[in-house]
C-alpha cells in the first residue's frame, strides 16, 4: 500500500478563498483523522471518522470548516472563506481499530495571504 | 496546565550516548503514543503503549500508568535519529492530545 495519501502538498491562496484538501486513507483502515499543526498551537484534532461516519468534531474551529468522508477511500477538509489565521500544516491520518497504529500522510502545508 | 507535557524541549547529544525523553499527562488514558517528525515534517508512529514496556531496534518505550509518566529511550544515539519526538496520549473515543514535542539534536 502506498500509504496515506494527501493533496495538495502545498497550496497558497488568498483571504477569502475555498480552500480543499484531500485524502486518502490506508485502505482496510476503519478511522480517519484530520489534525493541524502550527507553531503557536502545535499538533490538534480537528475531527475524525469512524467507518465514514463523523464521531468528533469538537475540535474543528468554526463554521467555516467542514470534512466529508464519502467512501472509505476518501476524505475532504474544506476552509471556506479562508484567512490568514487558517495558516498551518493539515495532516491526514487513519489507522484499523484492532491494531492502533497511527499512520499519517506527508501533510499539507496551506498560507492563506 | 497542559494535559499532556514532555521534557525537556530541546535536547542535544553526542553520537553514541543515550538518550531519554519524558512525557506526564493529567488525563486518563486508553494508550500513550510516541511518534516521530522528521525535518521534513512527516510524522511516523514510533510506539503505542497502554501498560509495561516496548522495544524496537535502539528504541524503548516504558509506561507507569499509576505515575502517569511514559518514557522513550533512545541507545547508542545516532545523527539519524534528529528530529522531533512527540508524545500523545489517546483517551476515550481515539482522540490524542498531544504534548508540545522534544527537538532532539545529535551531533556526529
Known amino acids: 500500500d502506498a500509504g496515506v495519501i494527501q493533496s495538495p502538498r502545498h497550496e497558497v491562496t488568498e483571504m477569502g478563498q475555498e480552500v480543499t484538501l484531500r485524502c486518502k486513507p490506508i485502505?482496510?483502515?476503519?478511522?480517519l483523522f484530520w489534525y493541524r499543526q502550527t507553531m503557536m498551537r502545535g499538533l490538534e484534532l480537528l475531527i475524525y471518522?469512524?467507518?465514514?461516519?463523523?464521531?468528533?468534531d469538537s475540535g474543528m474551529p468554526e463554521d467555516r470548516f467542514s470534512a466529508k468522508m464519502p467512501n472509505a477511500s476518501f476524505s475532504t477538509l474544506k476552509i471556506q472563506p479562508s484567512e490568514p489565521r487558517d495558516s498551518a500544516v493539515y495532516f491526514c491520518?487513519?489507522?484499523?481499530?484492532?491494531?492502533?497504529?497511527?499512520?499519517f500522510g506527508e501533510g499539507s502545508r496551506l498560507t492563506v495571504l | 496546565k497542559n494535559e499532556v507535557e514532555q521534557s525537556p524541549q530541546n535536547l542535544t547529544a553526542q553520537e553514541g550516548e543515550f538518550i531519554t525523553i519524558n512525557c506526564s499527562y493529567s488525563?486518563?488514558?486508553?494508550?500513550l503514543h510516541w511518534l516521530q517528525q522528521h525535518p521534513g515534517g512527516g510524522i511516523v508512529s514510533l510506539f503505542m503503549?497502554?501498560?509495561g514496556k516496548k522495544k524496537h531496534g535502539r528504541l524503548i518505550a516504558t509506561i507507569n500508568i499509576q505515575e502517569k509518566h511514559s518514557s522513550l529511550h533512545i541507545t547508542a544515539s545516532h545523527p539519524r535519529d534528529s528530529a522531533v519526538y512527540i508524545c500523545?496520549?489517546?483517551?476515550?473515543?481515539?482522540?490524542?492530545?498531544f504534548g508540545e514535542g522534544t527537538q532532539l539534536t545529535v551531533n556526529p
Open positions: 491520518a487513519s489507522s484499523f481499530m484492532n491494531t492502533g497504529e497511527l499512520f
Open positions: 485502505s482496510g483502515h476503519d478511522y
Open positions: 471518522f469512524n467507518n465514514n461516519v463523523p464521531i468528533d
Open positions: 488525563v486518563g488514558i486508553s494508550a
Open positions: 503503549l497502554s501498560s
Open positions: 500523545a496520549a489517546e483517551t476515550s473515543g481515539s482522540r490524542l492530545t
